[in-house]
C-alpha cells in the first residue's frame, strides 16, 4: 500500500460499485502519464520543467510535476540554500520507491522523469524522454480507458474499463495548473522559475479487479488554479507498478 497522503480535504467517496459504465459514458482514450521528479533548488531541473511545461499542452498525455524535500537542506556555496515551496517528502518517496521498482536502487536524482510508471530518463533530455514516452505506447499501452464525468455539485463519476486483469489503485491526484517564483538563494538565486501541474495532494478513490468499476465522487472544492487526474496504478508488494490507465479531470 502506498504511503501517500493527501494533504487537501478528502474528496468524499459515495460509492464504488462494479459495474458496467452507462451507454452515453464512452469510453476514455488510453493517456500515457510523464511524473517529473523536480526541485526548485537543482541547477538542472528549470529545462525540464520547462519541457514539462509543454508536455503538460498535449492531449495525449497526463504531466505530472513532483517537488522532492532533498535539496531543501543543501547549501550552495555563497548562494545559500532555498526551501522549494512545493517540496514534499511524500513525493520523495514516491520518487525512491519508483527507482527501487525500475533501476533496483532506492537512489535518487533530479531531474528525472518517471514514463508509464515503467521506464525512467534524464528530465532535461528531451530525446530520452521522448523515446521513452514512444516504447511505452509501443510495449505497454494503457489497456484501461479512463472516463470523467463532471456532476452539478461540483463532484464527478469515474468509470474505469477495459482488459486489463492486474489489480490496480485509482488515484485521485490534485495539482496546481501553474506557479511563478522568485528564487531568492540556492542554485537557481536570482531566476524566475515557472512550474506546471504541481502535485498538492494524492488520494486513493477505489480499486481495479479486472471489470468495469464506477467510483462516485462529492464535491472536489477544487480552487481555480487547481486540477487533477485519475491515475489507475498497478500494486506491487512495496513497488510501484505500471499505470494501466489514466485520464486528466475536465476543466
Request: positive net charge.
Given at each position: 500500500m502506498s504511503k501517500w497522503k493527501s494533504i487537501f480535504?478528502?474528496?468524499?467517496?459515495?460509492?464504488?460499485?462494479?459495474?458496467a459504465a452507462p451507454a452515453n459514458a464512452g469510453s476514455g482514450d488510453a493517456l500515457t502519464v510523464v511524473e517529473l521528479?523536480?526541485?526548485?533548488?537543482?541547477y538542472s531541473c528549470p529545462a525540464a520543467e520547462a519541457f514539462l511545461t509543454e508536455l503538460a499542452d498535449k492531449e495525449d498525455l497526463v504531466a505530472l510535476e513532483w517537488h522532492v524535500d532533498y535539496w531543501d537542506e543543501l547549501v550552495y556555496g555563497?548562494?545559500?540554500?532555498?526551501?522549494d515551496p512545493f517540496s514534499s517528502r511524500d513525493n520523495t518517496h514516491r520518487q525512491q520507491i519508483y527507482?527501487?521498482?525500475?533501476?533496483?536502487?532506492?537512489?535518487?536524482?533530479?531531474?528525472?522523469?518517471?514514463i508509464g510508471g515503467r521506464l525512467e530518463a534524464v528530465g532535461s533530455q528531451r530525446g530520452s524522454v521522448q523515446t521513452a514516452i514512444q516504447r511505452t505506447r509501443a510495449e505497454a499501452p494503457a489497456k484501461l480507458g479512463v472516463t470523467i464525468i463532471p456532476k452539478a455539485d461540483k463532484g464527478m463519476v469515474v468509470h474505469v474499463d477495459g482488459k486489463d486483469a492486474r489489480p490496480a489503485s485509482i488515484w485521485l491526484i490534485r495539482y496546481d495548473h501553474a506557479h511563478t517564483t522568485v528564487v531568492?538563494?540556492?542554485?537557481?538565486?536570482?531566476?524566475?522559475?515557472?512550474?506546471?501541474?504541481?502535485?498538492?495532494g494524492v488520494e486513493r478513490v477505489g480499486a481495479w479487479k479486472g471489470r468495469s468499476?464506477?467510483?462516485?465522487?462529492?464535491s472536489l472544492s477544487l480552487?481555480?488554479?487547481?486540477?487533477?487526474?485519475?491515475?489507475?496504478?498497478?500494486?506491487?508488494?512495496n513497488r510501484h507498478g505500471p499505470i494501466l490507465g489514466a485520464a486528466n479531470c475536465p476543466r
Open positions: 480535504g478528502a474528496a468524499a467517496i459515495l460509492a464504488v460499485v462494479q459495474a521528479f523536480t526541485s526548485q533548488g537543482c555563497y548562494a545559500g540554500k532555498w526551501k527507482n527501487q521498482s525500475i533501476r533496483g536502487q532506492g537512489g535518487v536524482y533530479t531531474p528525472q522523469m518517471i531568492k538563494s540556492g542554485e537557481n538565486k536570482g531566476k524566475t522559475l515557472t512550474s506546471r501541474n504541481i502535485v498538492r468499476t464506477k467510483v462516485e465522487l462529492a480552487a481555480e488554479n487547481q486540477g487533477c487526474a485519475i491515475l489507475v496504478q498497478g500494486e506491487k508488494p
